[in-house]
């Protein structure tokens, strides 16, 4: 079946000397895989490899076979060139960071607009905001509404997160858990939108460990997780 779709690519990987696999959140059909055959010894082919870096937002046109296997690619355009994201070297950070972290998470090979459209619109004010660098905190936590575990709200006095309950307690529990100063700032983090994290000053070293709780969340959650490991490279960018 031949499909118009728009796209952000989250990989790819070369294939054999002269072909690409990449893998690809599609707005009709969720996770898709696509082999592009010759892509990388073709100069006047129409796909171009530089089509295919992390987060791109574009519309395919696909022939879906939907039985599991590869699918193929027959035209594609850009639909929202960036301006600031492959260029920023904290922001091509964020995006290698991300990009690996959405690849882990996201396993449906099924439609949903909603997520879709969150990743696209958070990926266009990434792009053109200078603020950014709480993003990825706030992003990869409203992510979790759209994989089925966002944290409950919070009690106001509750102290600690419970990341395998994912609820907020009173007090500790055996489980790994957000304590002291990062409870405080997690809290802050829920209910906002991007343009309200200027409000919120996290220090480097809270930053760190709080990113650390919440790959552990998604690692708890999530089966088949993978640590990303573009984290390091992350920390050292923003140090």
Same mark, same amino acid.
């Given at each position: 079946?031949?499909?118009? +779709? ?11 000397? +002269? ?16 082999? &592009? ?11 171009? +490899?530089?089509?295919?870096? $992390?987060?791109?937002? &574009? ?16 035209? =594609? ?6 301006? +600031?994201? %492959? ?38 004010? &990434? ?7 709480? #993003? %990825?905190?706030?992003?990869? =936590? ?6 089925? #575990? ?21 007090? $500790? ?47 708890? %959650?999530? %089966? ?16």
């Amino acid at each position: 079946m031949q499909v118009t +779709t728009k796209a952000i690519i989250l990989s790819s990987l070369k294939y054999g000397d +002269t072909s690409l696999i990449v893998k690809a959140f599609t707005q009709s059909d969720g996770l898709k895989s696509y082999l &592009l055959k010759g892509v990388l010894a073709s100069k006047k082919g129409k796909l171009k +490899t530089a089509y295919f870096q $992390p987060l791109t937002q &574009l519309e395919l046109t696909a022939s879906h076979k939907n039985k599991g296997t590869l699918e193929t690619i027959r035209e =594609v355009k850009v639909l929202y060139p960036y301006k +600031t994201l %492959h260029t920023n070297i904290v922001k091509n950070s964020l995006v290698l960071f991300l990009a690996e972290m959405l690849g882990s998470s996201i396993q449906e090979e099924q439609q949903d607009t909603g997520l879709y459209d969150y990743l696209e619109n958070s990926f266009r004010w &990434l792009d053109r905001n200078e603020k950014i660098a709480d #993003f %990825h905190l706030l992003f990869l =936590v409203n992510l979790t509404k759209f994989l089925g #575990f966002y944290p409950e709200e919070s009690e106001g006095t509750a102290a600690y997160f419970d990341l395998l309950e994912g609820q907020f307690v009173s007090s $500790p529990t055996l489980n790994p858990l957000i304590e002291n100063e990062n409870t405080t700032y997690f809290k802050k983090l829920l209910g906002i939108k991007f343009d309200a994290l200027k409000e919120i000053r996290i220090t480097k070293g809270v930053r760190e460990s709080l990113l650390k709780s919440v790959i552990l969340y998604f690692e708890l %959650h999530l %089966h088949g997780f993978r640590k990303p490991k573009s984290l390091a490279v992350l920390n050292a960018v923003f140090d």
